[in-house]
């Protein structure tokens, strides 16, 4: 399963290989896989990530991820508007 994952910020020195901070995850198989396991794939901890975004939706580290999907993933001290006027799906 490929996913295309997008880091900002400070988290793009956990993938120095991806181009402008962004880059392909291989996970073994077809899952099921979580965001959460994109992130360890990654060595990147829950508390380094305050903004998820799952195909341009904000979501939480559960949400589950399939071939094909873009994961975006943000630092505590990257502010964007989304996380006060958009709610996160618990998914």
């Known amino acids: 399963m490929r996913v295309t994952v997008k880091l900002g910020s400070i988290l793009r020195a956990k993938a120095p290989a991806f181009v402008g901070g ?3 995850v291989e996970m073994p198989g077809d ?4 965001v959460s396991d994109i992130m360890a794939a990654l060595g990147i901890r829950h508390d380094e990530v305050n903004v998820i975004y799952r195909n341009h939706v904000l979501v939480a580290p559960v949400a589950p991820v399939a071939d094909g999907d873009r994961v975006a993933l943000f630092p505590p001290i990257f502010i964007h508007f989304s996380q006060f006027y958009l709610e996160r799906k618990t998914e």
């Open 22 to 24: 962004e880059g392909i």
């Open 31 to 34: 899952g099921p896989w979580a």
